[in-house]
């Protein structure tokens, strides 16, 4: 075990102005070339490669278990120790010996001592170490082989593709942005203005009629009322008809939420609670509808002859069986959320009687004012009915003794928001 000397400290030390990480020099030139081996090499995973890695052999066929150093006779205080081991001295396999030189000031009976068996141990995992960097090593460079290629395939495909690609990005980026407006809306309760309501419902039917104008020669309007497209779409093409028809399915039902926000704009107690159930109807069957929507277009797309009868009859009946246990789970959320909204009674308490206000003290621990139609809960603490109402749409606790209150039936869409995830299959 030879000790570094100072010029191979200074090559890796952090003070250096030209080491890196683990002693690898990150540069651009070095990173196009071999970008994942540059980036496995910096983080340390990978032993650093020569100029010419031609050269360097990949995993070495033994492990030499001599090892030597020459002390320097000009410093002091340095130890060196050589570990050799017998081969034809009659000698146990794994044996051997370990000579001491003294250096200068140094006693050689203090020199530690390497057994066989930690040397083993230690030629043991130094190989199982190097086999598994070999495998890493192999790994990047057949990615590096194959990524500029793929690449290449990936830039074609984009430009084969690209109005597609283009309109996808914009129709999903307006919908979240539509998403968020919706909630800040309904956030408001009666600050809402009408104007504002009515002029991001222009913007969003606009933005639907525009959509469907400009594809008015696909036959992206047969899959919304459930009927199979003409011609049998390529794959590329069934997955954009279905995004678009996904994507503007929920924007139409958000103008529809701001309709019914306009509505309840001055709602209070019982007006704001219907107007969470009626928010939370519209997405569950906006969910049922959106769930039917990409059957006609793979409907279609399995049902293609020229694999043969047997097969797209195959596919097809396997395509709708999966198809009918997803809509049984989105129709029973459906009829849930339409008898919850057939209820009139609270189904986390009951109103509260004026003796039972006048002993809580007349005042609601959320906003801190006078109770408004105020609500006894389970739990026996008292709310206004516009508060808790609203604390109901995000949690199912008390908010005072976090009592369970409302049972876990059905997830509430009463703050506006519109499930973002698509709908493809």
């Known amino acids: 075990m030879d000790t570094l000397d100072g010029s191979e400290n200074a090559n890796i030390s952090p003070t250096s102005p030209n080491s890196t990480t683990f002693g690898v020099q990150?540069?651009?030139?070095?990173?196009f070339q071999s970008p994942v081996s540059t980036l496995l090499e910096y983080s340390g995973l990978?032993?650093?490669?020569?100029?010419?890695?031609?050269?360097?052999?990949?995993?070495?066929?033994?492990?030499?278990?001599?090892?030597?150093?020459?002390?320097?006779?000009?410093?002091?205080?340095?130890?060196?120790?050589?570990?050799?081991?017998?081969?034809?001295?009659?000698?146990?396999?794994?044996?051997?010996?370990?000579?001491?030189?003294?250096?200068?000031?140094?006693?050689?009976?203090?020199?530690?001592?390497?057994?066989?068996?930690?040397?083993?141990?230690?030629?043991?995992?130094?190989?199982d170490s190097t086999y598994q960097r070999f495998d890493i090593q192999q790994v990047a460079r057949w990615i590096e082989q194959i990524l500029p290629f793929s690449l290449l395939l990936l830039f074609v495909f984009i430009r084969q593709h690209l109005q597609g690609f283009f309109v996808t990005i914009w129709i999903t980026a307006f919908m979240f942005k539509s998403n968020d407006?919706?909630?800040?809306?309904?956030?408001?309760k009666g600050e809402r203005k009408i104007d504002v309501l009515v002029g991001y419902f222009v913007v969003f039917e606009i933005h639907v009629i525009g959509v469907y104008w400009w594809y008015r020669n696909d036959d992206l309007f047969y899959p919304l009322l459930m009927v199979p497209p003409k011609v049998i779409p390529p794959f590329w093409h069934a997955i954009f008809m279905i995004l678009?028809?996904?994507?503007?399915?929920?924007?139409?039902?958000?103008?529809?939420?701001?309709?019914?926000?306009?509505?309840?704009?001055n709602g209070r107690g019982h007006n704001f609670r219907r107007q969470?159930?009626?928010?939370?109807?519209?997405?569950?069957?906006?969910?049922?509808?959106?769930?039917?929507?990409?059957?006609?277009?793979?409907?279609?797309?399995?049902?293609?002859?020229?694999?043969?009868?047997l097969f797209s009859s195959l596919t097809t009946g396997l395509y709708l069986t999966f198809k009918l246990t997803s809509i049984v789970e989105k129709v029973k959320s459906f009829y849930t959320a339409l008898k919850a909204l057939s209820k009139k009674e609270v189904h986390y308490g009951s109103h509260a009687t004026p003796e039972q206000v006048n002993a809580?003290?007349?005042?609601?621990?959320?906003?801190?004012?006078?109770?408004?139609?105020?609500i006894l809960l389970r739990c026996k603490h008292i709310f206004c009915e516009d508060c808790v109402s609203e604390w109901f749409e995000r949690e199912r606790t008390?908010?005072?003794?976090?009592?369970?209150?409302?049972?876990?039936?059905?997830?509430?869409?009463?703050?506006?928001?519109?499930?973002?995830?698509f709908q493809l299959f």
């Not at 407006?181 to 408001?188: D, G, S």
């Not at 529809?256 to 509505?263: F, G, S, T």
């Not at 008390?398 to 995830?421: H, I, K, M, N, Y």
């Open 244 to 265: 678009v028809n996904d994507t503007m399915v929920r924007q139409a039902a958000m103008a529809l939420k701001l309709v019914l926000l306009m509505y309840y704009k």
């Open 276 to 309: 969470g159930q009626m928010l939370t109807l519209v997405e569950y069957t906006l969910l049922l509808y959106r769930g039917l929507l990409p059957t006609p277009v793979w409907y279609r797309f399995f049902l293609n002859k020229d694999y043969g009868s």
């Open 398 to 421: 008390c908010p005072l003794c976090r009592a369970l209150v409302r049972p876990a039936d059905l997830r509430s869409f009463g703050d506006g928001s519109t499930s973002l995830f």
């Open 26 to 31: 990150f540069s651009p030139l070095r990173f």
């Open 46 to 127: 990978l032993r650093v490669r020569p100029d010419n890695p031609e050269t360097e052999p990949l995993v070495a066929d033994n492990i030499n278990s001599n090892v030597s150093g020459d002390s320097n006779t000009n410093s002091s205080g340095e130890v060196s120790i050589r570990i050799t081991e017998g081969e034809d001295s009659g000698e146990g396999e794994g044996s051997g010996s370990v000579e001491e030189r003294e250096g200068s000031g140094v006693d050689a009976s203090t020199a530690p001592t390497v057994s066989a068996e930690d040397d083993d141990d230690a030629g043991s995992n130094n190989r």
């Open 360 to 374: 809580a003290g007349d005042l609601c621990a959320i906003c801190q004012e006078k109770m408004h139609a105020p």
């Open 181 to 188: 407006i919706l909630r800040k809306q309904t956030a408001l």
